[in-house]
């Protein structure tokens, strides 16, 4: 039998490889070179023996075979596992879900600054060894030996090379012939360059609130299964501002005592420090993980929850990894929220990661939300394939009322001042003299969304993309905001050099514009990716709103969820529409969510709120739905839409999208992609429904065209089968590239 080692390549090729473990590398004495999973080693791959660096998945014992003998392994790159055992099972999981190679998932989810030990260095520490040290008198030595070895007995803890020649005042010469002669031992220990690590920032603690019935209720879901030590996944359903985060805040404070940790996973964009202070009232011990992190901070966060220091993990979408030696629960705040599924390898989606992971750890799982998810609505409904247990919230906090809502429809009220319809205007203006403070949502960046030619038609496209540029004031540009292609603005038609050429369609900029000309000296603020670039300008401006030193906060749909100003007695929805007509079979999902959410943002202290919604589609179920505050009509109509098509959450999908800059190749590609997969479809037995191959709804991006096929089915499994047998072995030609989304959330 030969001792191996299973290894998977970050950069391919596609997988698993044994190698023959060395007998220096299976010492478990001599941690710096020994192989265990979770470490990355290097190994000799294909007839050149190329060397590539690969993790270690699995040791196993193989039969040894002579006539084909395992390569052996050229080196060992960790001085310990970057990957725990519950880890690797589940990137193994995501591996075969996600159809994504395990050594990029594995690339995917350590982050490079804890694979590359950012702001550590490796340190030599020397101590005497027991046996030594108790019969140090009796030794003879040379004299400067001598003095080392009494030096570094006399010390406390052991000492660098360093410390211990300026102790001794000596060179390294002693010190080595010591080492040699077994009389000095040396480790090699991993310390931070920074010497001391930042204290956490002292919060004054707040006390626990006391719940109303409804927290009551729904704690008392949480702690029965936190202390029945098995899995359940439970989707609290809250309204806006009914108190959904001082319930997890509480469920958290048993995990807590027990000596567990939890995990808190939010949208990127409310991971503020107020969103964190929030916590650290509450907990000594906090990490934060977020993608803007610098690799040291990361690697630093890192370190600490895997050494049991941290109470709760607060982060983005990858927290769900984070190391936590004895997880207790999961909760994922506005679990609806797209962010939570990656757009690039691995494709996964946290809340179905967070599901894997809670199951396979036996703790629960918490999903909030307003306006939850319809997957995880269906699987807290009786009769679906998951159970999720339902916990409802379904009043305010102090039994405020829901704010009212009133529908602006576009088509008929003839009043439009610009972007603001009369009734806006008006509310406005009396929410100004009351002294209270206005949100206005309007989802699209940008002064004018188009540019167009009303003599010849001509539309102002990206030189690069199938979409249209919008034009930015503020740089005096046309943008596109898909690849960032700029131009400058025309001024006559590009095409038939008419003078009369059009900027139309409202953006944020230029709703700012109007907004101002017409409330002439109240102060207005603009959230939208371009004035929210520099780190830290979210917190400056909504800071400024807290404080009531700006009167109107105007943006995209940053501004919609989370925020808590009593204050805020009128929200205004510029245009409800906007993501209404988007080629996405959740747009009616989408808008419901985004109008809901930004809504809920008002009447949530004594003065009460109001909310004005501009449409051009009053009687839209979803607006309808939203308008009522009411979640459970908008899924009781949206679903039959969905289970009708076989969309999720009935049923599973999976999109292949191939691009290239030559669009024959893509489609030839494609085209026996396509069949391949529909062969492999029928011998899977299992009904399912192939869409396309078909241009995709954004067909050039960045200069290359974009094919798609859509895979419906039952679920998951036969899907995967068939993208298994049909689309991974058929390699694209030079110049394609392609992918395979599981349970896609983009559908452009
Ligand atoms: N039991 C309580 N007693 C008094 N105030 C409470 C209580 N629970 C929560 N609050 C306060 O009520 C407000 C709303 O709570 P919170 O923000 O947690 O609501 P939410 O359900 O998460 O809302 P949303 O979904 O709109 O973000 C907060 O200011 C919170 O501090
Ligand atoms: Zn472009």
């Known amino acids: 039998m030969v001792l191996a080692a299973t290894v998977v390549l970050p950069g391919g090729p596609v997988g698993e490889f044994d190698y023959a473990i060395p007998d220096a590398m299976a010492d478990e004495r001599k941690p710096e070179t020994f192989v265990e999973p979770g470490r990355r080693v290097r190994a000799p791959l294909g007839r050149g023996n190329r060397p590539v660096i690969g993790y270690c998945v699995a040791v196993v014992l193989k039969p040894a075979s002579p006539s084909r003998p395992l390569k052996a392994l050229k080196g060992v790159i960790d001085t310990e596992s970057l990957v725990s055992p519950p880890m690797m099972r589940l990137t193994r999981w995501m591996a075969d879900h996600y159809l994504t190679p395990w050594g990029q998932v594995l690339e995917g989810v350590v982050p490079s600054g804890v694979r590359g030990k950012a702001g550590t260095r490796d340190v030599m520490l020397l101590s005497v060894p027991t046996h030594v040290a108790a019969r140090l008198t009796k030794l003879q030595l040379p004299p400067k030996q001598a003095e080392v070895l009494k030096a570094l007995a006399a010390s406390s803890k052991p000492l660098s090379l ?40 002292v919060v004054e603690r707040l006390q626990p609130k006391k719940l109303n019935a409804d927290q009551v209720r729904t704690l008392d879901t949480i702690l029965g299964a936190i202390d029945s030590g098995e899995h359940e996944t439970i989707l609290v359903h809250g309204v806006t501002g009914s108190g959904k985060t001082e319930v997890y805040l509480q469920a958290i404070e048993r995990v807590v005592a027990f000596g567990r940790q939890a995990i808190v996973l939010v949208p990127e964009i409310s991971l503020t420090p107020q969103t964190v202070g929030r916590f650290r009232e509450r907990f000594d011990r906090i990490a934060v993980l977020h ?184 740089d005096n540009v046309v943008l596109c905001h898909w690849c960032d292609h700029r131009a400058a603005p025309p001024v006559v038609c590009p095409d038939c050099r008419s003078p009369r050429i059009r900027y139309g369609g409202l953006g944020t900029q230029k709703l700012e514009a109007e907004v101002s000309a017409r409330f002439r000296g109240v102060s207005i603020a603009r959230m939208d990716a371009d004035t929210m670039r520099r780190p830290g300008s979210h917190e400056v401006a909504l800071d400024a709103f807290r404080r009531g030193e700006t009167r109107i906060l105007l943006g995209t749909q940053m501004i919609a969820k989370g925020l808590d100003f009593p204050n805020v007695t009128l929200v205004g929805v510029v245009s409800a529409d906007s993501a209404l007509n988007l080629p996405d079979f959740r747009a009616a999902e989408r808008t419901f969510q985004l109008v809901t959410q930004v809504a809920g943002r008002t009447g949530r202290g004594e003065r009460g709120g109001r909310v004005i919604v501009q449409t051009f589609d009053p009687d839209h179920p979803a607006i309808q739905a939203a308008v009522r505050h009411d979640f459970e009509r908008f899924a009781r109509e949206e679903l039959p839409n969905r289970q009708a098509l076989g969309y999720p959450p009935y049923g599973s999908m999976a999109r292949i999208i191939a691009r290239g800059a030559s669009e024959p190749l893509v489609t030839a590609y494609l085209d026996q992609v396509a069949d391949a997969v529909k062969q492999a479809a029928v011998e899977t037995g299992v009904k399912m429904r192939i869409a396309g191959p078909a241009p995709a709804p954004i067909t050039r991006l960045r200069g290359e065209f974009r094919r798609h096929l859509q895979l419906h089915a039952p679920n998951g499994d036969p899907l995967r089968a068939a993208l298994k047998a049909g689309w991974q072995p058929i390699k694209p030609p030079e110049g394609v590239r392609s992918i395979v989304d599981i349970d896609p959330v983009d559908m452009l």
């Not at 040396?186 to 360059?193: F, G, N, P, Y």
């Open 162 to 201: 360093k410390q211990l020649a300026m102790r001794a005042d000596c060179t390294s010469a002693p010190i080595n012939a010591l080492r040699k002669a077994g009389l000095i031992e040396s480790r090699v220990e991993r310390l931070a360059t920074d010497g001391l690590l930042a204290e956490d920032m």
């Open 291 to 474: 993608s803007h992190q610098s690799d040291v901070e990361r690697h630093r966060q890192w370190r600490r929850i895997a050494a049991g220091e941290v109470e709760v993990v607060v982060g983005a979408r990858s927290a769900v990894f984070a190391p936590t030696p004895h997880l207790g629960l999961v909760v994922i705040d506005e679990e609806h929220e797209t962010s939570f599924k990656q757009d690039t390898a691995p494709r996964y989606h946290a809340r179905d990661v967070a599901l894997q992971r809670t199951r396979a750890e036996n703790v629960p799982l918490v999903l909030a939300s307003a306006t939850p998810s319809l997957e995880a609505w269906r699987y807290a409904q009786p009769g679906a394939p998951e159970r999720f247990r339902l916990a409802s919230m379904p009043r305010r906090i102090g039994d405020l009322p829901m704010p009212a809502v009133r529908v602006v429809d576009l088509r008929v009220d003839g009043e439009m001042r610009g972007a603001l319809s009369r009734p806006l205007c008006q509310a406005m203006k009396q929410a100004l003299d009351d002294d209270g403070q206005i949100i206005l949502l309007l989802n699209r960046r940008g002064y004018s969304t188009h540019v167009q030619c009303p003599a010849c038609g001509y539309k102002l496209v990206c030189d690069h993309c199938d979409v249209a540029m919008t034009f930015h004031r503020q």
